[in-house]
């Protein structure tokens, strides 16, 4: 068992190494910092099944290092949830074939309330229909599942994750956020803790 648990971990980490790494990411940074840090909007991430939890990790994270973010369900968004969105937000969707049907129903009516709200979108088939719309795309590299079967998202969702952790250090690096604006969002825990040290230890230096 320890063999094959080595190769599961190796194919993991090799389907990290092969995302990717081209405009698309850059180009949703701007688009994120244009919206939110510089015109007063948020992320509005998305997605169904694992990839939508891939979203509401990637939407919380953003909100704890300064961008702020919300999750929100697209199913849920067709009975009210919907209004949440506002003019200045960026709509952030994950699917891995880029054609989910609840998805591509957000993304239609998102266009409806807000026509000028820009999509970015993360996926791992550059020729399903989300990338054809959308303002900027970012590849997953459409990795084999890990899965016995091949099916259950475990593979693409680790990529899509990764891809969520660049976007969330690119943002931090380009509004230049600080340990102290960590401790203003995070006061509990042992990472409140240990921002509020360092930001004390920076001041002090």
Do not use: W
Request: glycine share 10%; charged share 20%.
């Amino acid at each position: 068992m320890k063999e094959e648990i080595r190769i599961l971990l190796d194919k993991e980490a090799t389907a990290i190494r092969n995302i990717p790494v081209d405009g698309g990411f850059e180009k949703a940074v701007n688009i994120i910092y244009e919206h939110v840090h510089k015109n007063g909007g948020r992320v509005i991430a998305s997605g169904m099944g694992k990839a939508g939890q891939v979203a509401d990790n990637i939407a919380t994270t953003l909100s704890s290092t300064g961008t702020p973010a919300a999750f929100l369900h697209p199913a849920e968004a067709q009975h009210g949830d919907l209004g949440m969105i506002r003019e200045n937000d960026v709509l952030l969707v994950l699917s891995n074939y880029g054609k989910t049907r609840e998805i591509l129903e957000l993304v239609e009516l998102t266009h409806h309330l807000y026509s000028d709200i820009p999509l970015v979108v993360i996926t791992g088939n550059p020729d399903g229909e989300l990338p054809r719309i959308c303002d900027a795309v970012i590849f997953t590299g459409n990795p084999e599942e890990v899965c016995a079967l091949g099916l259950t998202p475990t593979t693409s969702t680790t990529t899509m994750t990764v891809i969520g952790d660049i976007l969330v250090v690119l943002l931090m690096k380009k509004i230049k956020f600080t340990a102290a604006d960590y401790a203003r969002r995070h006061h509990g825990g042992y990472l409140g803790h240990k921002s509020r040290l360092k930001a004390n230890n920076h001041e002090n230096s």
